[in-house]
């Protein structure tokens, strides 16, 4: 161990101290049966103090040398008897003798000391009487030790480590008696020890420049042989948070800036708000927020005036309460051996069993007890660690607030009386004591807010103090956490200081109601109903607020395992065994939620190491601890602040769980996996809006998915790498083009100035609709001409051959709807067109641009300027051509219209002849006359479609060539931006519409 973070030098001093440590248990052995044994052991750790000395070749070493063996011998003087041990030892000191006498001392002297001991007044752990009190760990050590009388076990009489993080740590030193030498190392490096040498008092030694994150060693040599036992204290404060940065820390700031976005993004599409902190080995390297403090009116609608949310907004943490009241409480009194887990819950509610009543439950976790004798022997045997776990049996939530619930079906029920309903914490207490138990203690895991309830109230009657007091006195203020507290409020925070919760008060909407219900949104206030109404705003499973960076530094804890800074809470033990797995379960410890073998990947990810743990608070707040990683996540929202989104069938959800905001589910360069991760978590939202089966686009989770489209193509323009704009494309494909027209729309033009490639598409599709315009049309024109045909033999043979006539009709109505298709294809060409006309504006602009970079760049200022003409010329060419296709799409609409108009026509005319083809000649004559007109109209349509065609290709040619030009031009355009800077996207032939940047 000593090798992780040791140097030549401290191991010279280490391996000194060992031989003087073994030489000292010779003192006990003295004319006994293993007087020879201790005497050769001690010889043999003196030759090899000898042997380093003769390979290092230094003065020091060689002291080292003479000083072991001068004590040796002067041991061997007092403690060794018998004869044949004397005679040994005096040949063995000789030889040895000899061999120091013989070493050179041409090698590199020790490095000079690094660090100093300064006097102190004070020092953590050590109380007014000069004595150590603050608990004992690995962090609290006694030098020498000299724990033991094994002969391997000494060497760690003068060695010790201290869990720390780089950048941070002062080891404090009481010398309780006077030294006249000892020699410090801590990971190697020399301490200046002369301020301690000779007397006694406290000192401490700045070592942050030295340490290191986990294990920090600590050596302590070179005192006298004769030193007593016990002679030095030292004491390591635990690590404290303090400010750093990503890179620090080896955290890529990309992933951050990925995170950024997506909350901002859902922010801008109605998500409420958020505040994120993450601590990374002992260094608090991000924190940020985003929204307001009250995102809607109480009708649903976006507020406009709310104040921005900043770092200091307290968040209502909900059942995060659990953990950093309850269970730290809980913790600490277990540390300080004031409460057992075993103790039953009846050593502190003595009627907690007596009292049961008889309830048969018809709720999924169970009906129950059988009769009211097994009731009361369930809860007889219950333990704070049953309660502690999940396991003792009580309802998820039997309301005490609510005079209207059932508790038989643990549904509100308006009209029935709630035998539990309790409001204040004694009449709490004794509905708890009332309440019967839903299934056998320990045969299931169901969380229940009732099991924190009855904690919370046990830890006051333990140290007499309200919940509050006690962990404000006892962990808030002495960590000087100033933005954690119950009852905000009533602490000196505003409103407009703390995120606003549930619009409506609790009544989701308007849909529940019970006595003394609130009804105006909750700000400042617990929104938990059984924490406001029943427990005044403190009780043991909510109520607790905090903004991200304090509860950070308080989740913290966890990782330092003993305490923070001077302040010792926990010991590492008592850590370990709350953070452990319990029997039944690798996903939950003594309260504690695990990740165990990705068990909840939900709220930790699937990256987050075994032992990770943390908590979850339906108000939308999380905390993520991963000890393996020296990592704390805060992660703290106000996502029910919000409208209900289906008051009627849901009332428990609300907009705000709908979006990606409300999840608290190594290469060189790590962009391309978040640009990858981003685009699959679109995909997999789309998944979930598709089950949603709705089609309305304000819907909170299709916007979600919008906020997600835009960080797609807010990608794809930042980094148009092929896989950024595959994705951007593939966005397109996956929104509906009925429900998300509007977006697609926006999205496509922001494709085309971000992909030139797309400007071909576009191009090829109006080739494509000419075409198809094109044949509809001669179709369109032979179904008129066989119309014509027919109509004229029924004009000759009206009055023998009335079917004649009706078949004239019918090829009349083909020609109509012929000349219909021709109508929507031509009008499709018309779209095309009109689409490769912006497309080729784009990409006009963007070969402006390029020509103007091209001229700065340019060594030849001439040439560069006949380049830059050359491409903007290209670029006019293909505005002309693009326009004249638009041109001549709109002719082919407009002539595919008239010849509708005609084949509809000539189609009543026919329907005439039907009619009265024996009777009137006049009519079979009109008809061909009419059907005539329509082939006419046909074939305009039929030329002016392939006019089009011939546009729609000459527009495409002319893309093809800009497209060409931007490629061998660069791709200083490809975002389409202003060329001087300014934040206008878009741009034109003359320049930046804008700035004018640009203009020729």
């Known amino acids: 161990y000593e090798s992780f973070t040791s140097t030549p030098d401290a191991m010279d001093a280490s391996l000194m101290q060992f031989a003087k440590e073994r030489i000292k248990l010779m003192s006990s052995h003295r004319d006994a049966y293993d007087e020879a044994p201790h005497m050769n052991d001690s010889f043999a750790l003196a030759d090899l103090v000898v ?59 020790p490095a000079a000391p690094s660090m100093s001991a300064v006097q102190v007044d004070a020092m953590p752990g050590i109380n007014a009487s000069g004595n150590f009190a603050g608990g004992q760990d690995q962090n609290a050590v006694y030098f020498p030790r000299w724990g033991s009388g094994t002969t391997s076990y000494c060497y760690n009489n003068s060695i010790t480590w201290f869990e720390g993080f780089a950048g941070q740590g002062t080891v404090y030193f009481q010398m309780r ?20 040498l000779n007397t006694t008092g406290m000192f401490a030694i700045d070592a942050s420049q030295y340490t290191v994150n986990g294990r920090n060693s600590v050596q302590v040599t070179d005192m006298p042989i004769a030193t007593a036992r016990l002679s030095a204290l030292m004491v390591v404060t635990n690590p404290q948070v303090v400010e750093g940065t990503p890179s620090e820390v080896g955290l890529d700031t990309k992933a951050l800036d990925m995170i950024d976005s997506m909350i901002q993004k859902d922010i801008d599409y109605g998500f409420t708000s958020a505040q994120l902190a993450v601590v990374k080995d002992g260094k608090l390297v991000y924190s940020n927020a985003w929204g307001t403090v009250n995102a809607y009116n109480q009708d649903g609608t976006p507020k406009t005036d709310s104040e921005a949310v900043t770092t200091d907004t307290l968040y209502d943490l ?12 809980v913790q600490y009194l277990v540390q300080n051996g004031k409460l057992n887990l075993s103790d039953p819950i009846t050593k502190f509610f003595p009627s907690f069993a007596e009292d049961t009543i008889e309830i048969s439950y018809r709720v999924s976790q169970g009906s129950g007890a059988p009769d009211l004798a097994t009731a009361k022997a369930w809860k007889e045997e219950l333990t704070v660690a049953d309660i502690l776990q999940h396991q003792a049996g ?24 709630n035998v539990l309903y309790a409001i204040g914490k004694e009449q709490v207490a004794q509905a708890i004591c009332k309440a019967p138990l839903v299934y056998e203690p320990g045969t299931k895991t169901v969380y229940s807010d009732v099991d924190y309830m009855l904690l919370g109230l046990i830890v006051e009657q333990i140290t007499g103090q309200s919940l509050d007091v006690f962990m404000r006195e006892t962990f808030y203020e002495p960590l000087n956490l100033t933005h954690i507290t119950f009852n905000p409020l009533q602490n000196g925070f505003t409103a407009n200081q703390v995120a606003a919760t549930e619009l409506n008060g609790n009544t989701r909407d308007g849909v529940i109601s019970f006595q003394n219900v609130r009804t105006s949104t909750i700000q400042g206030e617990v929104h938990d109903e059984k924490a406001y109404y029943a427990m005044g705003g403190v009780s043991g499973h909510a109520g607790l607020f905090s903004n991200a960076e304090d509860l950070a530094k308080l989740a913290s804890m966890m990782v330092n395992q003993s305490g923070y800074g001077d302040k010792r809470l926990f010991s590492y033990n008592t850590n370990q065994y709350f953070t452990a797995r319990k029997d039944s379960s690798a996903t939950w410890g003594q309260g504690w939620w695990r990740q165990g073998d990705c068990g909840r990947p939900w709220y930790f990810g699937v990256q987050a190491s075994r032992n990770t743990v943390g908590h979850q608070g339906w108000t939308g707040t999380l905390t993520v601890v991963d000890p393996a990683e020296n990592l704390v996540i805060v ?79 807010d990608n794809a323009e930042a980094r148009p790498t092929e896989e950024n704009l595959t994705a951007a494309r593939r966005v397109l494909e996956l929104l509906d083009p009925e429900r998300d027209g509007d977006m697609i729309a926006k999205l496509t033009q922001r494709l085309e100035m971000i992909d030139p490639s797309f400007l071909l598409e576009e191009a090829r599709a109006a080739k494509e609709a000419a075409e198809a315009a094109q044949k509809a049309a001669e179709e369109a024109r032979k179904a008129a001409e066989d119309a014509k045909s027919a109509a004229e033999a029924a004009a000759e043979e009206s009055g023998e051959n ?35 006309a912006e497309a080729a504006e784009a990409s006009n602009q963007a070969a402006a641009v390029e020509a103007r970079l091209a001229a700065e760049k340019a060594v030849d200022a001439a040439v560069s300027a006949a380049e830059a003409a050359t491409s903007a010329s290209v670029a006019a060419q ?30 009543k005319t026919a329907e005439e002849i039907a009619a009265s083809a024996g009777e009137d000649r006049e009519f079979a004559e009109k008809a061909a006359e009419e059907a005539k007109a329509a082939e006419e109209a046909a074939k305009a349509a039929a030329e002016a479609a392939q006019a089009a065609q011939k546009a729609a290709e000459t527009a495409m040619q002319a893309a093809e060539d800009s497209n060409q030009g931007y490629h061998e031009g660069g791709n200083g355009a490809v975002s389409g931006r202003c060329p001087g800077g300014c934040q206008a996207r878009r741009g034109s032939a003359e320049g930046c519409r804008g700035c004018g940047a640009g203009r020729r």
Request: aromatic content about 6%; hydrophobic content about 40%.
């Open 635 to 713: 992660y703290l929202t106000n996502k029910i602040n919000s409208p209900v989104t289906n008051k009627e069938t849901s009332p428990n959800q609300f907009d705000g769980n709908w979006y990606t905001a409300d999840n608290h589910s190594a290469s060189a360069d790590i962009q391309p996996a978040l640009d990858a991760l981003m685009n699959d978590t679109l995909t997999e939202k789309m998944r979930l809006v598709d089950d949603e089966n709705t089609g309305d686009p304000t819907h909170p989770i299709v916007k979600s998915a919008y906020a997600l489209a835009e960080q797609i193509f």
């Open 394 to 417: 009580f309802a998820p939530d039997p309301q005490f607030h609510n005079d209207q619930f059932d508790q038989v079906t643990q549904k509100p029920a308006p009209g029935v009386e």
């Open 51 to 109: 042997t380093r000395a003769e390979r290092r070749q230094t003065q020091v070493t060689k002291d080292y040398a003479q000083t072991v063996l001068n004590d040796l011998k002067s041991y061997v003087q007092t403690y060794v008897a018998k004869e044949a041990n004397l005679t040994n030892a005096e040949a063995w000191s000789g030889a040895l003798q000899a061999r120091i006498d013989a070493i050179g001392t041409e090698g590199t002297a």
């Open 878 to 907: 293909a505005m002309e051509k693009a326009q004249a296709a638009q041109r001549a799409a709109e002719d082919a609409a407009k002539v595919a219209e008239n010849a509708r108009d005609e084949a509809e026509q000539a189609k």
């Open 802 to 836: 009335k079917e004649a006539a009706q078949k004239a009709a019918e090829k009349a109505a083909e020609a109509q709807e012929k000349a219909e298709e021709a109508q929507r294809a031509a009008e499709m060409a018309k779209d095309a067109a009109q689409a490769a």
């Open 318 to 329: 909900a059942s995060n309460t659990k953990m950093y009241a309850t269970n730290y409480a």
């Open 177 to 196: 008696r006077a030294v006249p030498s000892m020699r410090i190392f801590i990971n190697g490096v020399e301490v200046d020890t002369s301020a301690m």
